[in-house]
């Protein structure tokens, strides 16, 4: 059964992040939200030696995955995700952008994670957890492929002991900092045979200081500014034969058992997204309530709609959608965290989560008027922050195709 209760080690998680997204994060935010371009270097050495301390995990940080111990004090394994998501939307709470920059393997390092061999994820995950700040990233979308991920046109082609890789990827999350500001890599997606479609589709990791690769351009963004977008370009880019993920073989194209194990990486990140959002949009609504409460209005909890102000209806449908965005997500955790495939619940929790902080900053900047338009002000940029989680990982309206397909078990070709 659910249990809606956290955990005390869970409870604990919580509140220590959250004291250090309020003192060390939030502060510094406005900052880096100017300086686009800029790392908070002394706050990500911080960060760099709480994960080496025991903090990171495959979180937001994606670092090295620890066995975990189960005895006093230490969260139980059946608790990783959960604790996790928590954990995030208080960082995020903090501050988006910089929780995006933070060091860790990112969504490359939940790649090796989901399908990399135990000697791949010893090689190229280890080093997460060490002193020095790394970080991991991966490259899907394409000039020509985003959604339809089918339609990607980067190739592999195997050349001897080597992989060589040619093509061009955008919007890369975090590509500067693994592939310029530290031996990271980022996990590639390529085709070693078009005409196979999604089955011909494989994952490769391509590390810091491989000739062929080049960072193409630097994105300028609405939001999430402080974490580092880039387009990269891979010519002639050679990678040793082991650094695929999954199998090499494109046994039946009909069959895309390889890909679907891949995607599996996002029932576990998809949740972390959903995560994020929340935490975002309680920035939002708990900047509207001080700010109401500075004023003298006083929420009225409990009555009946029809005797509620315009604004205690607000503020009650953003806590609505907020907690429901949550309570989903918390959901698609725990099935990860009890071994159920959550691919369902991991995109219902994104969609949801994904619309409500959306809504709920959005209307927060509506109630404050010139003070949420205002920069002096944080809560212009949340609403700036928050657009990215109905977008990367799979858009909102995807999200819902996936929803819906599986609802009504319908195959991709049925329902597009
Ligand atoms: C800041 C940022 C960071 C990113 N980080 C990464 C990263 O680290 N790695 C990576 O690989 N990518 C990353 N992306 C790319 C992101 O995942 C894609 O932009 C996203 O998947 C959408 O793909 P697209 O841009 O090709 O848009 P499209 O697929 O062209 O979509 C455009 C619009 O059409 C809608 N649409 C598309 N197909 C359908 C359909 N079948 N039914 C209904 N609506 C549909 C979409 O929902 C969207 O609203 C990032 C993007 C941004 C902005």
């Not at 590639?188 to 080049?214: L, M």
């Not at 005797?307 to 429901?324: F, G, H, N, P, Y």
């Not at 619940?345 to 902080?357: N, Q």
């Not at 599986?406 to 597009?416: M, N, P, V």
Request: glycine share 10%; charged share 25%; hydrophobic share 40%.
């Amino acid at each position: 059964m659910i249990d809606f209760d956290l955990s005390p080690a869970a409870k604990g998680a919580k509140s220590m992040i959250h004291m250090f997204a309020e003192n060390a994060v939030r502060p510094i935010a406005r900052q880096y939200d100017e300086n686009e371009h800029e790392k908070p270097w002394d706050l990500l050495k911080m960060v760099q030696s709480f994960m080496k301390g025991g903090l990171g995990g495959s979180g937001v940080t994606g670092g090295a995955p620890k066995k975990e111990k189960e005895g006093e004090g230490k969260p139980k394994k059946r608790e990783t995700n959960i604790l996790t998501a928590v954990t995030v939307e208080e960082i995020f709470w903090g501050d988006a952008g910089i929780a995006l920059a933070f060091p860790g393997g990112g969504l490359g390092g939940a790649a090796v994670q989901a399908s990399g061999t135990p000697e791949q994820k010893e090689k190229f995950l280890a080093r997460f957890g060490g002193d020095e700040a790394v970080w991991g990233a991966m490259a899907i979308t394409e000039p020509e492929a985003g959604s339809d991920t089918a339609s990607l046109r980067t190739t592999a082609v195997l050349d001897g002991d080597e992989w060589v890789l040619n093509g061009e990827k955008i919007f890369v999350t975090s590509g500067k900092s693994a592939m310029e500001d530290s031996p990271g890599f980022v996990v590639v997606w390529a085709t070693i045979d078009r005409s196979a479609g999604r089955a011909g589709i494989k994952p490769f990791i391509v590390e810091q200081g491989t000739p062929g690769v080049q960072i193409t351009k630097i994105e300028d963004k609405m939001g999430i500014r402080a974490s580092d977008t880039v387009s990269l370009s891979f010519m002639d880019c050679r990678i040793p034969k082991d650094n695929i993920l999954g199998s090499a073989e494109v046994m039946d194209k009909t069959k895309t058992e390889g890909f679907k194990k891949v995607m599996a990486t996002f029932d576990a990140t998809r949740p972390l997204v959903a995560a994020m959002a929340a935490g975002v949009g309680r920035a939002a609504l708990d900047f509207v309530k001080e700010k109401l409460a500075e004023e003298g209005v006083e929420l009225r909890y409990g009555i009946s709609t029809n005797r509620m102000t315009a604004i205690e209806r607000d503020i009650m449908q953003m806590e609505c959608d907020l907690k429901a965005a949550r309570l989903l997500n918390w959901r698609a955790c725990w099935m990860l965290d009890n071994g159920m495939r959550n691919n369902l619940e991991a995109s219902m929790a994104k969609a949801k989560a994904g619309l409500a902080v959306t809504r709920t900053t959005q209307k927060a900047v509506e109630m404050m008027g010139p003070l949420g338009y205002s920069r002096k002000y944080l809560l212009e940029k949340w609403m700036r922050d928050a657009k990215i989680n109905d977008i990367f990982e799979g858009t909102g309206q995807i999200q819902m195709l996936i929803t819906a397909r599986r609802i009504l078990d319908f195959s991709r070709d049925q329902l597009k």
